[in-house]
């Protein structure tokens, strides 16, 4: 159904590492086309999370990571915090898909 | 600071029409590129399309094509959203989403709070 793939849930206790990756195919991840990252906390809109496989907006804390290899990319998020609980979505563009830009279908992180 | 301010929850009928609003404020409408995004109850992410607010023709998802239209006003920094013969799986909440360009694409930097739109007979 999603173009990208993404675990449903992951959880960590806190103060824990946790990864969710991301894994496209050669039309979107695996292109030079970069990986962005969202993070929704509950009954909010999305806010940007990661842009451009591994870059933090200003205000992201540094507990935040990503990166990107080949057909895959990942979250990282270290330092695990109760306000981290949320649901995470990766987002790419699709070259096979009339100019498409497309979501992994969303993680939900439960801290522990 | 940009603001993304968008229009009120919404009840339509299937088949019917909806238009939703997106007021800009912060930064220069034209300046940006606006995203359309939605998101059915449980669900995760859609994109619907994207808009230059300076002109030229928008670009929609293969999926809605034929069934939304997206305009923008820069007299009131407003980019509209319509989605047309509504059906139930169109019950979800929409968002604009301004794209800020990266090398050959672009990210959503500011997202509208939101609106649900409801499609029930």
């Known amino acids: 159904q999603f173009v990208l793939t993404q675990p449903p849930s992951v959880s960590g206790a806190p103060g824990q590492r946790i990864t969710i990756s991301c894994t496209g195919s050669?039309?979107?991840?695996?292109?030079?086309?970069?990986v962005h990252w969202y993070q929704q906390l509950p009954g909010t809109a999305p806010k940007l999370l990661i842009y451009?496989?591994?870059n933090r907006p200003s205000g992201v804390p540094d507990r935040f990571s990503g990166s990107k290899s080949g057909t895959s990319a990942s979250l990282a998020i270290t330092g695990l915090q109760a306000e981290d609980e949320a649901d995470y979505y990766c987002?790419?563009?699709?070259?096979?898909?009339?100019?498409?830009?497309?979501f992994g279908g969303g993680t939900k992180l439960t801290v522990l | 600071q940009v603001q993304l301010v968008q229009s009120g929850a919404e009840v339509k009928k299937p088949g019917a029409s909806v238009k939703v609003s997106c007021k800009a404020s912060?930064?220069?409408?034209?300046?940006?590129?606006m995203h359309w995004v939605r998101q059915a109850p449980g669900q995760g992410l859609e994109w619907m399309g994207i808009?230059?607010?300076?002109?030229?023709?928008?670009t929609y998802a293969q999926k809605f094509q034929g069934r939304v239209i997206m305009t923008s006003d820069t007299s009131t920094s407003t980019v509209y959203m319509e989605l047309s013969s509504l059906r139930s799986d169109d019950t979800a909440v929409y968002y604009c989403?301004?794209?800020?360009?990266?090398?050959?694409?672009?990210?959503?930097?500011?997202w509208g709070q939101g609106t649900l739109v409801t499609v029930s007979s």
């Open positions: 912060g930064y220069t409408l034209t300046s940006k590129y």
């Open positions: 050669s039309s979107n991840v695996g292109t030079d086309y970069d």
């Open positions: 808009i230059n607010p300076s002109g030229g023709r928008p």
């Open positions: 989403a301004r794209g800020s360009l990266w090398f050959m694409d672009y990210y959503f930097d500011f």
């Open positions: 987002q790419s563009y699709d070259s096979s898909l009339s100019g498409s830009r497309v």
């Open positions: 451009g496989n591994n």
